[in-house]
């Protein structure tokens, strides 16, 4: 890696490595002093290349250093296009809006599958296209407006935290833009108003903050049924297998139908063992930062079981 590796926070608190490449790679322990050291804050601006993949016919996605944050843009009529959760840094987001325009491209509609900070990004560069998301989704947005504003700021420098609050409430379960249909499925797993976008199309699952095969399932801890949104979440995407090829997740990389199976089967393991108070033996777990670890040790303290 060029320069070396620089560290941030995890979007809900731990640190990351910002490799100079395209996934990102955690780190476990880091001492404090050093969880905001960023190359950019050096004179050294991290790698802002937008290295856009085809994972199916019309959809393209980009993997961030940031936790691995994924970018999905999809293909739309008369080369306008769709830009799902663009992240992450400032210089990132320009980036991708220029790889765009080289494409010919235009955006002409946005969507933020949750109302977490680091899934409301945008940017002037990506022009002034409407953005959408579910109706719960978008007032939550609205809500913890500063709190989204405060975590983006602890967690990266380089953020563009001002249109964190920029998204229109949807109508129905279609978006409606220039383009392939695109079905909203939403569910109440991982955050308020959370939505997985379906191209029918394509037969592709983008499915925001789930569906990892970097992350263990995060439950909205402030829900009233944690472990069962989650639950029912799963059951939906089960049910909506046989229709999808690729699914994209919001952290991680994208995976074929067999992969879909597994994550599903293995997020339904991690929840079972969690709710039945076992000891929990996943590798994303194992491999994975502090801060998520801390995140299964919240949960297991909410469900009261033994981890």
Not at 200 to 212: C, E, H, Y
Not at 213 to 223: G, K, S, T
Not at 283 to 305: F, K, N
Request: proline share 6%; glycine share 12%.
């Amino acid at each position: 890696m060029a320069g070396g590796p620089t560290e941030a926070r995890g979007p809900h608190g731990g640190r990351v490595i910002m490799a100079r490449g395209p996934v990102a790679r955690v780190v476990r322990r880091c001492p404090p002093e050093l969880a905001r050291t960023l190359a950019h804050e050096k004179g050294e601006p991290v790698t802002a290349d937008a290295a856009l993949e085809q994972v199916a016919d019309g959809v393209l996605v980009a993997i961030h250093p940031f936790c691995a944050t994924t970018t999905t843009v999809v293909l739309g009529d008369a080369g306008g296009c769709l830009v799902v959760d663009p992240a992450v840094t400032a210089a990132e987001i320009d980036a991708l809006a220029a790889e765009l325009a080289r494409r010919g491209l235009r955006v002409v509609a946005g969507f933020s599958t949750h109302p977490h900070w680091d899934h409301l990004l945008w940017r002037d560069a990506l022009g002034d296209a409407p953005r959408y998301a579910t109706a719960v989704a978008a007032r939550t947005a609205g809500e913890r407006l500063a709190e989204n504003r405060r975590k983006a700021g602890e967690a990266l420098a380089g953020v563009d935290g001002g249109p964190l609050g920029g998204v229109t409430a949807l109508v129905g379960e279609v978006l409606a833009w220039a383009g392939p249909r695109v079905e909203v499925v939403e569910h109440g797993a991982h955050a308020p108003g959370h939505a997985a976008l379906v191209l029918p199309d394509a037969r592709v699952l983008i499915a925001g903050d789930m569906l990892s095969d970097i992350e263990v399932p995060l439950p909205d801890h402030r829900a009233a049924d944690p472990l069962g949104d989650y639950d029912r979440a799963l059951d939906r995407f089960a049910a909506l297998a046989d229709a999808v090829a690729v699914v994209v997740p919001g952290h991680g990389s994208a995976g074929d139908r067999d992969e879909l199976d597994r994550r599903i089967a293995a997020d339904r393991r991690y929840l079972e063992h969690v709710r039945a108070g076992r000891v929990v033996h996943d590798l994303r777990l194992v491999d994975g930062p502090d801060w998520l670890r801390r995140e299964h040790e919240e949960l297991v303290a909410l469900v009261g079981g033994a981890g």
